[in-house]
């Protein structure tokens, strides 16, 4: 089993940067196959926005290709989710999530664009 803890959630000017971080327990990252980050906005279903697996091969969604970057922390246990030029269009709650033969999901924080 894994416990998933996400942060760096806030309130962010439109083209501005945040940094989210997934902390787990329970499990070291290195041993996870593939873990994401997807978000939900008020209204929508839960989409994907990014993926890596083990051997470092990331997928992302078009509507953020170029703009997120996913990678993994192994010395700090850690899954990071780096966004630049955000758009109100990112405005979401962002959560951490991992596959070990079922998935394992995270809290979530909340992310704001607006100016």
């Known amino acids: 089993q894994v416990q998933l803890v996400e942060s760096g959630g806030g309130l962010v000017q439109p083209g501005g940067s945040l940094r989210l971080s997934c902390a787990a327990s329970g499990r070291r990252i290195f041993s996870i196959y593939v873990m994401g980050w997807y978000r939900q906005a008020p209204g929508k279903e839960r989409e994907l926005v990014a993926t890596?697996?083990?051997?470092?091969?990331?997928n992302y969604a078009d509507s953020v290709k170029g703009r997120f970057t996913i990678s993994r922390d192994n010395a700090k246990n850690t899954l990071d989710l780096q966004m630049s030029s955000l758009k109100p269009e990112d405005t979401a709650v962002y959560y951490c999530?991992?596959?070990?033969?079922?998935?394992?999901w995270g809290q979530g924080t909340q992310v704001t664009v607006s100016s």
């Open positions: 999530n991992c596959y070990i033969g079922e998935n394992y």
């Open positions: 890596i697996a083990g051997d470092g091969s990331t």
